[in-house]
């Protein structure tokens, strides 16, 4: 590779580099090791813009590697390649004696139009619009996966009910903690505004959008979009500050923002918020992880840590979050994706197992036909006015915006707040119960909640 790169590219213009790797199968995670190392050194250059490496998915004796990496300019690029410490990084990745790769030159394209970077973090209020950003993505998740979580038989489906309770519960979690992250940036946490409750199919709050948020009961189908919604970046991709691919990337951006920031302006002018406005431990209890004020850098790096690591793992190579299991003390507990891979597959991760491995471990007992048989995206509008379902489902979404005016009211200087949500969240949970087991007017599903937004003047 750094031989490939010695010549200038003698181009001014933002460019693209493709490169290929070939290394023998039996070596690919230990490739994929070492090039985010290298991933980590590069993305630091000046003019560096992003970076993806892709394989393919099935793999002969030999697996092929494509890395693409978008640059500011070639100029960039010509500077990148001579920095002692990324030349260094290269050479490594070649000379490792567990590692037999052999690479094509790269090839330069030139790019015609970059995304436009009026969303990248470059200022102090740029990072309170993506931490907000951050509460509304976090809030995404959860109406989904209430829907699934009352849509199943705790009874006939406990350890279905277990898994998806115990990622609600860390979703709540990282909502508490972007709330932090933003109240220690003098922002203000928003979470009573229509825009957390948009109609359904919806894309995750400035994602990609062919991912389309849905509300549907427990079974394969929502499966599936909780892996997508949850699933990992790939090694060495890049930050994404807005459309994103993955939810790792978003924070990843927050993260190379945040700390950009504090080498520009120092902490003292990032991190102005108020102390007393954080959410601690003594607020908001029952596990799901770490609940941790925000205050500093390093503060404000463990923050984010362990919304990432709960969703995506500790590394990118690996399925456990570094948590015990809420339900099972005696487990080590894996990452978001991996227990949605693990009721979809029916069997537990054990040690040793990987993400291309797949669990390997102890059945899990996991009936598809014990779920209620919700109406997928279901609206006030389905019904008449007046009907027992739709005045159920209307009283459901008074109740449901109530619980997010006392949540932000908690976020925005009153902490033991919180206290007073948890009867609220139990009304919830009972109202959304009793609507799964109405009957839609055809007989062949059940009402469900809508999730939609009632105005506070509306509320009684």
Avoid at 160 to 176: C, D, F, K, R, T
């Amino acid at each position: 590779m750094s031989q490939s790169l010695e010549s200038s590219t003698g181009i001014s213009e933002p460019i693209v580099v493709i490169k290929n790797y070939t290394v023998p199968a039996d070596e690919a995670e230990h490739f994929v090791e070492v090039y985010r190392e290298n991933a980590r050194i590069m993305s630091a250059q000046p003019g560096f813009v992003r970076s993806r490496l892709h394989r393919p998915l099935a793999d002969g004796p030999d697996t092929r590697f494509v890395h693409i990496a978008e640059w500011s300019s070639g100029t960039d690029l010509d500077k990148a390649v001579v920095n002692p410490e990324w030349r260094a990084s290269l050479q490594r990745m070649f000379d490792d004696p567990g590692l037999n790769i052999t690479s094509e030159p790269a090839s330069y394209r030139v790019v015609v139009e970059l995304r436009p970077p009026g969303n990248a973090i470059e200022t102090v209020e740029d990072l309170r619009r993506h931490l907000q950003w951050a509460i509304e993505l976090e809030h995404a998740t959860i109406p989904p996966y209430l829907c699934a979580l009352y849509s199943l038989d705790p009874n006939r489906n406990a350890e279905a009910a277990q898994v998806v309770g115990s990622v609600l519960a860390e979703e709540m979690l990282h909502l508490a903690l972007a709330a932090n992250l933003l109240n220690a940036v003098g922002g203000e946490p928003r979470l009573d505004t229509p825009e957390l409750l948009p109609p359904y199919p919806h894309p995750l709050p400035h994602g990609d959008r062919s991912l389309q948020i849905q509300l549907l009961p427990f079974g394969p189908e929502a499966l599936e979009l909780f892996l997508r919604i949850e699933k990992p970046a790939s090694v060495g991709a890049s930050p994404e500050a807005d459309g994103y691919e993955t939810i790792g990337q978003f924070y990843a951006a927050i993260e190379a923002g945040t700390r950009r920031l504090c080498d520009e302006l120092g902490e003292d002018a990032v991190f102005t918020g108020d102390p007393a406005r954080q959410v601690g431990e003594f607020h908001l209890r029952g596990g799901g992880g770490a609940v941790i004020p925000v205050h500093d850098l390093k503060s404000a790096l463990a923050a984010l840590t362990e919304i990432t690591e709960q969703g995506e793992g500790a590394a990118r190579t690996d399925v456990w979050d570094g948590d015990r299991d809420v339900f099972h003390p005696e487990r080590d507990e894996v990452a978001h994706f991996y227990r949605f891979q693990e009721l979809k597959h029916g069997r537990r991760y054990q040690t040793g197992d990987t993400p291309r491995s797949g669990p390997t471990g102890e059945p899990i007992a996991v009936d598809f036909d014990a779920v209620m048989p919700m109406r997928p995206n279901p609206r006030t509008t389905d019904h008449p006015e007046g009907s027992d379902i739709r005045v159920a489902q209307e009283r459901f979404n008074t109740t449901y915006c109530r619980l997010l005016q006392q949540l932000e009211e908690a976020f925005n200087g009153d902490p033991a707040r919180l206290g007073a949500t948890v009867g609220t969240m139990y009304q919830v949970k009972a109202q959304a119960q009793a609507l799964m087991t109405m009957p839609v007017e055809d007989g062949r599903a059940t009402a469900g909640p809508t999730f939609e937004y009632v105005p506070p003047s509306l509320r009684a």
